[in-house]
């Protein structure tokens, strides 16, 4: 059998750091025949629990929406509907029991267009009836940024758009949450939006979605204080939290992917660290929540490596703050009870 990507993976074994601690991985996704950057086509239940029982104690997940199993007909912005029935069904055969005690998929985040405004309704109804139990809402990218490289996913601006808006409004009426992926120079336009929907619960991925390759790359001195500043802002809106992880992603510019040997959760805690302080001490603990993002950090580094280095550098936290920031905030904002 040839030397595969897993393969690469092991050569980087450790010991699981403190087993016993719960956890809810509020952040992970799903897809089938998915071609891109990401050497997983494939991510379905069985490779996740290859990972969540790889030896830490991940009670419950939560998926993200990844514009993966879409209905291929129908009208375009009830096409997303797809991706929550199939979710549906992973989560399902997870709360069997069948393949362990965790339960994947707990809560479900799906993808419906605030740009429709006030007919979003329509497609959050959908969304709802295909997961009655498991929707909590929805994940809107809203990433723009002038690097010309950049997967830029919306127009200059969209946080204030008067039909987003809208649309934002009628996901908080129906008590549902916003998931928001982002580049990290719209974290200020992030603040004034989520003051303007403050009973709106949103969640910011990935550390705020820094970027440190294109036009960004050997720029830190720039970038990190437009960036901490850009924490600070969200941070003093009530109704944001923020996940921590994501920075296994090639676009934070550390080429932990590229290594003959990867990573171990010393070095990877001692970078992290910096980036994940700085938000849990704007937030606080119970405003923060720490994140897998697999696959696509998988890239980087392997789930059980991972969440060593998150057990290491939230070492001088108090037992209630970890509690928080590995298994209480996630439940919490996305109502899980399993």
């Known amino acids: 059998m040839p030397f595969g990507f897993n393969d690469w993976l092991a050569l980087t074994e450790e010991p699981t750091l403190e087993p016993e601690l719960p956890i809810c991985d509020p952040h992970h996704h799903f897809w089938d025949l998915r071609p891109g950057s990401t050497p997983y086509q494939r991510y379905l239940l069985h490779e996740l629990n290859a990972d969540i029982y790889s030896g830490h104690n991940v009670r419950s997940t939560v998926f993200l929406e990844a514009r993966s199993m879409y209905n291929a007909d129908g009208p375009e912005e009830l096409r997303p509907v797809g991706e929550v029935e199939f979710v549906q069904g992973l989560a399902a055969a997870s709360a069997s029991g069948v393949y362990g005690p965790s339960r994947a998929a707990a809560g479900i985040i799906g993808h419906a267009d605030l740009k429709l405004g006030d007919e979003v309704a329509a497609v959050l109804e959908a969304l709802q009836a295909a997961s009655p139990n498991r929707f909590r809402g929805i994940r809107h990218n809203v990433t723009w940024n002038s690097d010309p490289a950049w997967d830029n996913r919306e127009t200059e601006g969209i946080l204030a758009n008067a039909d987003f808006l809208t649309g934002a409004r009628e996901l908080s009426q129906r008590g549902l949450v916003l998931d928001l992926m982002q580049s990290f120079p719209q974290l200020p336009e992030i603040a004034e939006f ?23 790359a050997g720029k830190d001195d720039e970038i990190v204080p437009n960036w901490r500043e850009g924490i600070s802002a969200v941070a003093a809106c009530p109704n944001v939290t923020i996940k921590l992880g994501g920075m296994g992603m090639p676009r934070f510019g550390y080429g932990w992917h590229a290594r003959e040997v990867p990573i171990g959760s010393e070095e990877l805690a001692e970078t992290m660290a910096p980036w994940m302080n700085h938000c849990i001490e704007q937030f606080g603990p119970d405003r923060c929540m720490f994140e897998s993002n697999f696959p696509p950090d998988k890239v980087s580094f392997s789930y059980n490596v991972m969440y060593n280095a998150f057990k290491r550098l939230s070492k001088d936290y108090s037992a209630t703050e970890r509690a928080s920031l590995f298994h209480d905030t996630a439940v919490r904002v996305y109502g899980i009870d399993v």
């Open 194 to 216: 989520a003051k303007a929907v403050p009973d709106l619960s949103i969640i910011v991925n990935h550390i705020g979605g820094v970027s440190r390759v294109g036009i960004y």
